[in-house]
């Protein structure tokens, strides 16, 4: 299994409704340098199965590279989901993911 795979075996558990950050995503994998690696696994994954947007930024800012499709769409399906997005931003303390 490659590093993607491992991480998007992670994003997969995070439910609907709640969100996570691309460090606490390397930290909970026991890698906390790999906030950049998890970021690249969100920008290049294909797979429909997992919830790239529910992967934000440290400070709770929409990615900045969502994949081809950009911040809207990730907006939209936070929203979807019932998650609050207030300039371009999702409140972690609210929305964040405790696993």
């Known amino acids: 299994m ?7 075996d992670l994003v997969r558990r995070i439910p609907a409704g709640k969100v996570s950050s691309y460090g606490r995503i390397a930290r909970l994998l026991g890698q906390p ?17 997992v919830p790239c947007h529910r992967v934000l930024q440290w400070d709770g800012s929409l990615a900045a590279c ?23 931003r999702v409140d972690l303390a609210r929305y964040g993911w405790q696993a």
């Open 2 to 8: 490659n590093a993607y795979q491992i991480v998007y």
């Open 66 to 88: 969502f994949g081809e499709s950009g911040p809207e769409l990730q907006q939209a399906l936070l929203e979807a989901e019932g998650v609050a997005v207030v300039d371009g």
């Open 33 to 49: 340098r790999w906030a950049r690696v998890v970021g690249y696994a969100m920008r290049s994954c294909s797979d429909p199965g």
